[in-house]
């Protein structure tokens, strides 16, 4: 079974910095998608970011980026210009992109910025 | 558009109570479901999954069992609840094989009394 790992429980950044969270996955599949959930204090799960596999392009979002290195099996996202209301759980996830039938998170980065 | 829809949103329920809490999704067919369960502080671990009506695979042998009566509802159970069972319970779904990323119910607080 697939495993993914947040080896940071704790971050805080100063707003309008740069903050970089870290993941690291174990599988056996050669083709999957990670991605990176935002959980605010309303609890509700809101997608951040998704990489496929496949590609070796790395995804961007705005002011989110991922570095995806698949050999060392590392995603980690990047966090530019850090918003008050960057403030939350950041969930890693992992799943396969055929038959897909589940879907794996790390524990959690409990990311806090700062006026 | 495709919504999903959990509750209750909070419940409390003494020990030894059962449980049933109810998820459905709309604007979509034959989609993969799945519960999570939330401890204080901690990752969302996966409980159940389901990829078809009356297919449940079960992550954690536990106080808990899940079933699909219907292709777009997903039930949580329990017969008798232990104070352990105290969580956030997410439901969420994805489009079946080809899916490209779960997307999430609003989630229920439980806590067992």
Redesign the interface.
């Known amino acids: 079974a697939q495993t993914v790992t947040?080896s940071q429980p704790e971050m805080s950044v100063q707003e309008a910095e740069t903050v970089t969270l870290s993941c690291t996955y174990d599988t056996s599949e050669s083709n999957y998608?990670l991605?990176w959930y935002k959980q605010p204090p309303s609890?509700?799960?809101i997608?951040v970011i998704?990489q496929?596999a496949y590609k070796q392009q790395n995804a961007t979002e705005n002011r989110f980026s991922v570095n995806f290195q698949k050999a060392a099996k590392s995603f980690s996202l990047k966090i530019s210009d850090s918003q008050l209301g960057d403030t939350a759980m950041y969930?890693c996830?992992f799943?396969k992109?055929?038959?897909?039938?589940?879907?794996?998170?790390?524990?959690?980065t409990?990311l806090t910025v700062k006026p | 558009s495709q919504t999903i829809h959990q509750w209750p949103a909070t419940l409390v329920q003494p020990v030894g109570s059962p449980l049933s809490l109810e998820c459905t999704v709309e604007g979509t067919s034959n989609p993969?479901l799945?519960w999570?369960r939330q401890a204080a502080?901690?990752?969302?671990q996966?409980l159940f999954?389901s990829?078809g009506i009356g297919q449940i695979?079960s992550?954690v042998p536990q106080n808990l069992s899940a079933s699909r009566p219907q292709d777009r509802q997903f039930i949580l159970s329990s017969k008798k609840l232990l104070l352990s069972d105290s969580g956030?319970y997410?439901c969420?779904w994805?489009s079946g094989?080809?899916?490209?990323?779960?997307f999430?119910g609003?989630?229920t607080?439980l806590t067992v009394v």
Do not use: H, I, K, W
Not at chain 2, 97 to 102: D, F, H, M, R
């Open positions: 947040q998608y991605f609890r509700q799960m997608l998704r496929e969930f996830a799943m992109s055929y038959n897909n039938n589940d879907m794996r998170f790390g524990a959690g409990r | 993969n799945y999570y502080g901690r990752g969302l996966l999954y990829v695979s992550e956030f997410l969420a994805s094989p080809s899916g490209t990323e779960a999430f609003q989630g607080r």
